[in-house]
């Protein structure tokens, strides 16, 4: 699609709730999309929404091998609250080998290169292969995340995936999704309660202060602009 289409879809589709926008996709790509989901907050509100609508619908994530114990439990507390079965997809030990050339696990903090190949082996060779069997994807992700997100829109041509990328929560701030979650009751990360708004593997990810930004404890020793994994590129 190019950008005028992607346009047209911005402002016919910015007045629908994150639920119909989701229902019209759902409907119009049937098993050809599919959520993606990092078991963080606002993709735990995106999998309730799903699976109301159809609980066949598909909803994977990516098990780094890297990920917190509480992540996993996740999983099974809402496979088992809504009665789905999140796929889970892992890498493959070859590209993990490929990535880090016999150099030891913690040489991702040793550059910004070392750190993304991981991330590359572990999290976007998986997804592109699991993206090339479908014809959209649907994210969680917030333009207040971080400064690296604040120009994302709605619904976007992932030019990384070449499929259509629908951002339903694009403009929710973080109060509303935490209402949203006590509201409908939503099973959610217990990191979350103990200073980790955003979570992601285990290595990569601290805690955060009061007043600091939500993903300021993701990559942490890196500076902000770099702290993407490649799923999202900007
Ligand atoms: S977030 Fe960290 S552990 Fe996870 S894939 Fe990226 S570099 Fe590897």
Redesign the pocket.
Known sequence: MDKQEIDKLNQEFSYLTPQDLIQFFLQKYKNRIALASNLGAEDQILTQMVSSLDQTAIIFTLD?H?LFNESYRVIEKTNKKYNIQIKVIAPEQKDIDNAFEGRPFTS?YDSIEN?KK??NA??VIPLKKFLGTVDAWITGLRKEQSVTRTNMQLIEWDEEFNILKINPLINWTEKQVWQYIKDYDVPYNELHDKGYPSI??Q??TRAVEPGEDVRAGR?WWENPEYRE?GLHKK
């Open positions: 780094t890297k991702i750190r991981c991330c572990r999290k992601g593997c290595p990569c990559w994994c």
